[in-house]
């Protein structure tokens, strides 16, 4: 079992910035690929970032070139960098890890952003 808990959410002005953190428990975390996620309400639950254990990195359309996802594995953490932020990035977002042996997918329990002026 992962556990990952997130932090770093909150409320910004159109334009600022965030920066997300997942903190992952357990050893393996070099073998996960992490993600970020998000839903805003009356939505699906969508994309947002990728970042392989070898360090690719996917993005969604929507928010290429403002969001960059990176990690530490002597940290145990991945974080989402989102700059620019628009209203429409307002959204709960979510932290997923997935080990490259199982099929298995772990989520923390989400956090908060929200793009208003």
């Known amino acids: 079992q992962v556990q990952l808990v997130e932090s770093g959410g909150g409320l910004v002005q159109p334009g600022g910035s965030l920066r997300l953190s997942c903190a992952a428990s357990?050893?393996?975390?070099?073998?996960?690929?992490m993600g970020w996620y998000r839903q805003a309400p009356g939505k699906q639950r969508e994309m947002v970032a990728i970042i392989t254990n070898q360090g690719t990195t996917t993005y969604a359309d929507s928010v290429k070139g403002r969001f960059a996802i990176s990690r530490d594995n002597a940290k145990n953490t991945v974080y989402l960098q989102m700059n620019s932020l628009k209203p429409e990035d307002t959204a709960v977002y979510y932290c997923?890890?997935?080990?490259?042996?199982?099929?298995?997918?772990?989520w923390g329990q989400g956090t908060q952003v929200t793009v208003s002026s």
């Open positions: 997923n890890a997935r080990p490259i042996v199982t099929t298995s997918t772990y």
């Open positions: 357990g050893s393996m975390f070099s073998f996960y690929n």
